[in-house]
Nanobody, 118 residues
Framework: QVQLVESGGGLVQTGDSLRLSCAAS????????VGWFRQAPGKEREFVAV???????YSAASLKGRFTISRDNAKNTVYLQMNSLKPEDTAVYYC????????????WGQGTQVTVSS
């Protein structure tokens, strides 16, 4: 069983940066696809970025240039660096993981709140 724990959220101002962390246990993060999603109030959950087991990454087109996903194998942790934050980035950010070849993300963290004030 895979456990995912997010951290790093908080209240920031427009233009600030935050780095979210997703610490995995039960499996090595490098054997999974680990992604970030977010859900704003009243909106559906949306994909942010994924770090695949192979080392390839993919990010939502609308967030490229501001958000960067990375992985530290030694710490079994996947990060989401968020720069130039905007009020519309306010959401609960979730870390999720799936086994290789699966389409559905099977494991989810509890989420971390990010609030960007104007």
């Amino acid at each position: 069983q895979v456990q995912l724990v997010e951290s790093g959220g908080g209240l920031v101002q427009t233009g600030d940066s935050l780095r979210l962390s997703c610490a995995a246990s039960g499996r090595t993060a490098s054997s999974l696809d680990v992604g970030w999603f977010r859900q704003a109030p009243g909106k559906e959950r949306e994909f942010v970025a994924v770090f695949n087991w192979s080392g390839s990454t993919y990010s939502a087109a609308s967030l490229k240039g501001r958000f960067t996903i990375s992985r530290d194998n030694a710490k079994n942790t996947v990060y989401l660096q968020m720069n130039s934050l905007k009020p519309e980035d306010t959401a609960v950010y979730y870390c999720a993981a799936r086994n290789t070849g699966r389409l559905k993300y099977e494991y989810w963290g509890q989420g971390t709140q990010v609030t960007v004030s104007s």
